[in-house]
T-cell receptor
Framework: AQTVTQSQPEMSVQEAETVTLSCTYD???????LFWYKQPPSRQMILVIR??????QNATENRFSVNFQKAAKSFSLKISDSQLGDTAMYFC??????????????FGQGTRLTINP | DAGITQSPRYKITETGRQVTLMCHQT?????MFWYRQDLGHGLRLIYY???????DKGEVPDGYVVSRSKTENFPLTLESATRSQTSVYFC??????????????FGEGSWLTVV
């Protein structure tokens, strides 16, 4: 069974600093997708970035980038020039294919990130 | 672009009552999902649907019923609500085709309290 582990329950940095959130996963599959979702206090789940396992190039979305290490099964999220609006819970998720072609996300426990002014 | 709309957003109900959470998406996505999020847990899959009239169980389906008579709607019913079903419920959808076929998009969540 796939599992996702986020080893940092909470992190806190100053505004404009760079912060890296860790995520490791366990799977026997060779092709899969990984995601980072942001959940602000409103509890809405917002997609931050996604990575396809067959792509060696790390995904980037503006200030957000990932360090994907497939052999190590590691998928960390780097936030550059952090802003107050980045304060949120961040979830790492692994996508598993189900029957009928549907997909299921397996989530880690989350990392609560606080950006301080 | 309305996306995914959930209703009600907030609901308090009594133990034993039937409750239905509605989900409507405007993207014509093939796949729809219901997740629940409890304190101390990430999201867990309750039910999913690959198309109209095709549904299947996820990790935690007990006590829930779903239907999907139309592609755009995927209601979740708690047949006899229990306090353990107090949670935030998220509806989600995925296109299943195209460049974003393996991306899941979430609604804003429905906060349900069972007293």
């Amino acid at each position: 069974a796939q599992t996702v582990t986020q080893s940092q329950p909470e992190m806190s940095v100053q505004e404009a600093e760079t912060v890296t959130l860790s995520c490791t996963y366990d799977t026997s599959e060779s092709n899969y997708y990984l995601f980072w979702y942001k959940q602000p206090p409103s509890r809405q789940m917002i997609l931050v970035i996604r990575q396809e396992a067959y792509k060696q190039q790390n995904a980037t979305e503006n200030r957000f980038s990932v360090n994907f290490q497939k052999a190590a099964k590691s998928f960390s999220l780097k936030i550059s020039d952090s802003q107050l609006g980045d304060t949120a819970m961040y979830f790492c998720a692994f996508m598993k294919l189900l029957i009928q072609g549907a997909q299921k996300l397996v989530f880690g426990q989350g990392t609560r990130l606080t950006i301080n002014p | 672009d309305a996306g995914i709309t959930q209703s009600p957003r907030y609901k308090i109900t009594e133990t034993g009552r039937q409750v239905t959470l509605m989900c409507h998406q405007t993207w014509s996505h093939s796949y729809m999902f219901w997740y629940r999020q409890d304190l101390g847990h990430g999201l867990r899959l309750i039910y999913y649907s690959a198309a109209a009239d095709i549904t299947d169980k996820g990790e935690v389906p007990d006590g829930y019923v779903v239907s999907r008579s139309k592609t755009e709607n995927f209601p979740l019913t708690l047949e006899s609500a229990t306090r353990s079903q107090t949670s935030v419920y998220f509806c989600a959808s995925s296109p299943g085709l195209g460049a974003k076929r393996n991306t899941i998009y979430f609604g804003e969540g429905s906060w349900l309290t069972v007293v």
